[in-house]
């Protein structure tokens, strides 16, 4: 499997090479950054043969069979068609897209094409909640409530490098996005209620640095999300399960019971690192040819939803 990694010296971009790093079976045969001289960097220092500027330069050669894409949310949707068009399966960061017409465009084009496409929502692959979906499955666990924080100190355009940003990263599309799938996915449907709040604008940025997100699934269980650029203290998101045998906690890949006792999670996967664990799954579903998890016609009941958020935040 020869990929290319689009945004490669990005914060994600670089976790991607990483993982795909310990996956038998794959090359990353070429990388994609806009500045020439990063971007040949990085390949040298990778061993990668090929580095360029654009991705059309970087799809057109055939030693590419699928690309991920790390680049900036807004380039996404015109990206993910590019791939596609040019016959190559892909990988979309988080989030696919940032309106619902777009992600309905590239849902559209994998069922044209019949090639890979998956949305990043790497939630659904951190050994934490697949411990938490099994024992769902199972009908050892019945999620009651979950209460999700995203939290950053970001007043400034930077990225999670700390690193100044070309684009406006936005709580709703890109941070509520990784919650609201897991929440859909955790409880087995489209929330039946979905519902925001939101702060006052960043007279620069454009965006809100404050937002509060209600769901409920159609088994009555709820969810209760903030988010906000303003929190000074670590960054991140943190997951409360509350379930009806027990509370749980997850810190991405870690996770601990009520008490703060951490669950040993050896035995959930292959490996213990989210990325990876995405990644490989969108390896082998290329190499199998078949629907991943993540597919992007799966993920789009979550833009759904978070269309229908961002009609209620006036």
């Given at each position: 499997?020869?990929?290319?990694?689009?945004?490669?010296?990005?914060?994600?971009?670089?976790?991607?090479?990483?993982?795909?790093a310990?996956?038998?079976?794959?090359?990353?045969?070429?990388?994609?950054?806009?500045?020439?001289?990063?971007?040949?960097?990085?390949?040298?220092?990778?061993?990668?043969?090929?580095?360029?500027?654009?991705?059309e330069?970087?799809?057109?050669?055939?030693?590419?069979?699928?690309?991920?894409?790390?680049?900036?949310?807004?380039?996404?949707?015109?990206?993910?068609?590019?791939?596609?068009?040019?016959?190559?399966h892909?990988?979309?960061?988080?989030?696919?897209?940032?309106?619902?017409?777009?992600s309905?465009?590239?849902?559209?084009?994998?069922?044209?094409?019949?090639?890979?496409?998956?949305?990043?929502?790497?939630?659904?692959?951190?050994?934490?909640?697949?411990?938490?979906?099994?024992?769902?499955?199972?009908?050892?666990?019945?999620?009651?409530?979950?209460?999700?924080?995203?939290?950053?100190?970001?007043?400034?355009?930077?990225?999670?490098?700390?690193?100044?940003?070309?684009?406006?990263?936005?709580?709703?599309?890109?941070?509520?996005?990784?919650?609201?799938?897991?929440?859909?996915?955790?409880?087995?449907?489209?929330?039946?209620?979905?519902?925001?709040?939101?702060g006052?604008?960043?007279?620069?940025?454009?965006?809100?640095?404050?937002?509060?997100?209600?769901?409920?699934?159609?088994?009555?269980?709820?969810?209760?999300?903030?988010?906000?650029?303003?929190?000074?203290?670590?960054?991140?998101?943190?997951?409360?399960?509350?379930?009806?045998?027990?509370?749980?906690?997850?810190r991405?890949?870690?996770?601990?019971?009520?008490?703060?006792?951490?669950?040993?999670?050896?035995?959930?996967?292959?490996?213990?690192?989210?990325?990876?664990?995405?990644?490989?799954?969108?390896?082998?579903?290329i190499?199998?040819?078949r629907?991943?998890?993540?597919?992007?016609?799966?993920?789009?009941?979550?833009?759904?939803?978070?269309?229908?958020?961002?009609?209620?935040?006036?």
């Open positions: 499997m020869r990929i290319c990694v689009a945004g490669a010296y990005g914060a994600f971009g670089l976790k991607h090479l990483d993982a795909l310990n996956i038998d079976e794959v090359e990353v045969t070429s990388v994609m950054g806009p500045t020439k001289a990063k971007i040949e960097a990085l390949a040298a220092a990778r061993g990668i043969g090929h580095a360029g500027t654009t991705l330069e970087c799809i057109a050669r055939d030693d590419v069979d699928a690309v991920i894409l790390s680049t900036p949310t807004q380039m996404h949707a015109d990206q993910a068609l590019a791939c596609m068009d040019a016959g190559k892909v990988l979309i960061e988080i989030p696919m897209a940032d309106t619902l017409a777009d309905q465009a590239i849902v559209a084009k994998q069922k044209e094409t019949g090639l890979v496409a998956m949305a990043g929502q790497v939630r659904r692959f951190n050994p934490s909640h697949q411990w938490i979906k099994n024992k769902v499955d199972a009908g050892e666990l019945k999620i009651q409530q979950m209460d999700v924080q995203t939290y950053f100190f970001r007043r400034t355009n930077t990225n999670a490098k700390g690193e100044p940003r070309t684009w406006t990263d936005h709580l709703l599309w890109h941070h509520a996005c990784h919650t609201v799938d897991l929440f859909q996915y955790q409880t087995g449907g489209k929330a039946v209620e979905a519902f925001g709040l939101q006052p604008m960043h007279p620069d940025l454009g965006i809100a640095m404050d937002m509060a997100i209600g769901l409920k699934a159609p088994d009555g269980a709820i969810c209760t999300l903030s988010l906000s650029f303003n929190n000074d203290g670590p960054f991140g998101t943190f997951f409360r399960y509350i379930c009806d045998n027990g509370t749980y906690l997850a991405y890949d870690d996770l601990y019971d009520g008490n703060e006792n951490q669950i040993d999670l050896s035995g959930v996967a292959v490996s213990n690192n989210g990325i990876e664990l995405i990644d490989r799954e969108f390896v082998s579903a190499q199998e040819g629907t991943p998890n993540g597919d992007v016609a799966d993920v789009l009941s979550a833009m759904e939803t978070l269309d229908r958020i961002e009609k209620t935040l006036g």
